[in-house]
């Protein structure tokens, strides 16, 4: 496993933990593809990440820590996420282990791909 991209994934989510949209935003590839789980498609580039995350941080609050990296044979990274969501009242509504597989670009993330149980 690349420290470097390890490094880069661990801090991603610490920014994002911590609401700081531009430091998580500068570990994206300009082309980036972000899944909305939601909505069950892909948002895709910077731009269209920070309109997603201002609307679902409106709505809840989530958490996610990353407990555990693999890396796959074909290059993509899984991480292992302890990922909590609240309400904005601070009410659980969900937690558990889910994985999110990294595709790594120029040193960047260029796409997450979400995988539940």
């Not at 044979?73 to 292992?80: H, L, N």
């Amino acid at each position: 496993m690349d420290k470097q991209i390890q490094e880069l994934i661990t801090k991603a989510y610490a920014a994002f933990n911590a609401r700081d949209m531009d430091a998580v935003l500068s570990a994206m590839h300009p082309d980036v593809e972000w899944p909305r789980a939601l909505d069950g498609d892909y948002v895709h580039g910077r731009d269209a990440i920070r309109a997603h995350w201002t609307k679902q941080w409106s709505e809840v609050d989530p958490y996610a820590d990353p407990i555990g990296f693999n890396e796959r044979p074909d290059g993509t990274v899984e991480v292992a996420v302890h990922q909590v969501i609240k309400d904005l009242k601070g009410k659980p509504m969900v937690e558990g282990i889910v994985k999110h597989v990294y595709t790594v670009k120029d040193g960047l993330l260029r796409k997450m791909e979400l995988q539940l149980g």
